[in-house]
């Protein structure tokens, strides 16, 4: 379905929602393009498997997760980074889906983001249980791009606070099909997932995927 089609089934305020400044939820934006994302993210993971990565400080985090773009993230015993080579097999991670590209550049310029285009993206899967405790995301050297999220599968409760640890973090149930642009005075904002709760979903059956789209290199010292 067109998205402007999807935009005049929906008042204008629930399509649109602004978290915080900077933070925007388009509600249901992925929902139609979910097969093609689903059969691509199959074909990612055929070609770099699903893994569990180990955290700098010793813990095995509980969602699994492959990377396609250039550029992906890991993290191991020596910390958090972004490399050309999948550590698992030692070849490039796949290349990025067409409809990723697409998606994440459509999501950007719609929360007013012009000209994203992600080296990388990152899939973590969620089965029963596993959540993602409050973090930041700074391991990117350009700050100035957003980040875009799309929810695929079952519904979660996302976590969203501030720079600062210590403020108390907003809850917002994230469902099939919603994605989040992540920018601006949002893009350092402390952030996690709570326990994913059981469910079954028509498509994904019982688990969420989440998908982040980042640019991690330095755009300035690019060129
Ligand atoms: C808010 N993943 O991989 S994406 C992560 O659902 C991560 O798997 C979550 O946080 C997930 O690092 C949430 C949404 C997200 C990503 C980056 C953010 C939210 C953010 C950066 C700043 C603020
Ligand atoms: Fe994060």
């Given at each position: ?23 925007v939820l388009l509600h249901g934006f992925a929902r139609d393009m979910d097969a093609a994302l689903l059969q691509a993210i199959e074909a990612v993971i055929t070609q770099a498997p699903l893994r569990h990565m180990q955290t ?32 698992q097999n030692g070849t490039p991670w796949p290349a990025m889906p067409a409809c990723f590209l697409d998606l994440a550049g459509r999501a950007a310029a719609k929360a007013g983001y012009d000209h994203f285009a992600p080296e ?104």
């Amino acid at each position: 379905m067109p998205q402007d089609l999807f935009d005049a089934a929906l008042p204008p305020e629930a399509a649109h929602q602004q978290l915080a400044p900077g933070a925007v939820l388009l509600h249901g934006f992925a929902r139609d393009m979910d097969a093609a994302l689903l059969q691509a993210i199959e074909a990612v993971i055929t070609q770099a498997p699903l893994r569990h990565m180990q955290t700098p400080g010793g813990y095995t985090m509980s969602v699994a997760t492959t990377n396609c773009g250039s550029l992906g993230w890991v993290s191991d015993s020596h910390g958090y980074r972004y490399a050309v080579l999948d550590p698992q097999n030692g070849t490039p991670w796949p290349a990025m889906p067409a409809c990723f590209l697409d998606l994440a550049g459509r999501a950007a310029a719609k929360a007013g983001y012009d000209h994203f285009a992600p080296e990388s993206c990152l899939i973590n899967t969620y089965l029963p249980g596993a959540k993602l405790s409050l973090h930041q995301d700074k391991d990117e050297k350009d700050l100035s791009a957003p980040i875009v999220s799309v929810s695929l599968g079952l519904p979660a409760v996302f976590l969203f606070g501030t720079p600062n640890r210590k403020d108390r973090a907003q809850r917002y149930r994230l469902v099939h099909g919603d994605v989040v642009v992540w920018g601006g005075p949002s893009r350092l904002a402390f952030h996690g997932v709570m326990p994913l709760a059981d469910g079954a979903h028509a498509l994904l059956g019982r688990r969420r995927i989440n998908l982040t789209f980042r640019s991690p290199l330095d755009k300035l010292a690019q060129s």
